[in-house]
């Protein structure tokens, strides 16, 4: 079952522009993670965010996390058309056979025009 | 540091026939995932590993679904007898298991068409 629903499903923007893509999920957590996907390719991790921090920054990436409202977002910033891919936020549960067990969103389409 | 490595990279069956994925991990990854996506959709979890020992296995359909991890590094899924909605990117991917190191990384994925 998918743990995360992200929206919008689909997000199309100019270069230059600020993309931001957000999360949901069901269940605690101990870690939620964001993963870029390319056309064909696999899976890139980008960030980790733990349940106990509101808020991390990565280049031009910024992710918030919300454990009142099972939320996160994704910024990107001033983005570029290499960012066109699928993004994927991922759950991680804590403790025993859930460690390092990752549930995954539906994912967010970003295109971004040059 | 070398990637994940999976095979093939494609793979066009026809329904009933059988086939098999392979999946080497980076070098001294003691967790190794298999995940199905199918178009449009998220990674599914099929199997989790911990060196050779099973260790989530919930969502793999077993009566026709398989994987192994002989020696705790390479590892197999196979899927025997295939059917239509088997068709999906059959992802591998390995993580360290250390405390505070939950990052994942993964294959290119075995594209699989089942006809």
């Known amino acids: 079952s998918q743990q995360g629903e992200e929206d919008p499903q689909a997000l199309s923007i100019q270069e230059g522009e600020n993309a931001t893509m957000n999360c949901s999920y069901k269940?605690?957590?101990?870690?939620l993670q964001w993963y870029r996907q390319n056309s064909g390719r696999g899976l890139v991790h980008l960030i980790l965010i733990r349940s106990n921090e509101r808020e991390k920054h990565s280049g031009r990436l910024r992710v918030t996390l919300d454990t009142s409202k099972k939320s996160s977002s994704l910024l990107i910033t001033a983005s570029r058309a290499a960012d066109t891919a699928s993004y994927f936020c991922?759950?991680?549960?804590?403790?025993?056979?859930?460690?390092?067990?990752?549930?995954f969103g539906q994912g967010t389409i970003l295109t971004v025009h040059p | 540091e070398a990637g994940v490595a999976q095979s093939p990279r494609y793979k066009i069956i026809e329904k009933r026939q059988s086939v098999a994925f392979w999946c080497n991990p980076i070098?001294?990854?003691?967790?190794l995932y298999w995940y199905q996506q199918i178009l449009g959709q998220g990674p599914k979890l099929l199997i989790q590993f911990q060196n050779n020992g099973v260790v989530d296995d919930s969502q793999l359909p077993k009566d026709r679904f398989s994987a192994e991890r002989l020696k705790g590094v390479d590892s197999t899924l196979k899927i025997q007898p295939a059917k239509l909605e088997d068709s999906a990117v059959y992802l591998c991917?390995?993580?360290?298991?250390?405390?505070?190191?939950?990052?994942?990384?993964f294959g290119p994925g075995t594209r699989l068409l089942v006809l």
């Open positions: 269940t605690s957590i101990n870690n």
């Open positions: 070098s001294g990854h003691a967790t």
């Open positions: 991922a759950t991680g549960r804590a403790g025993g056979t859930s460690y390092g067990k990752l549930t």
């Open positions: 991917a390995s993580s360290t298991f250390l405390v505070n190191q939950e990052t994942q990384y």
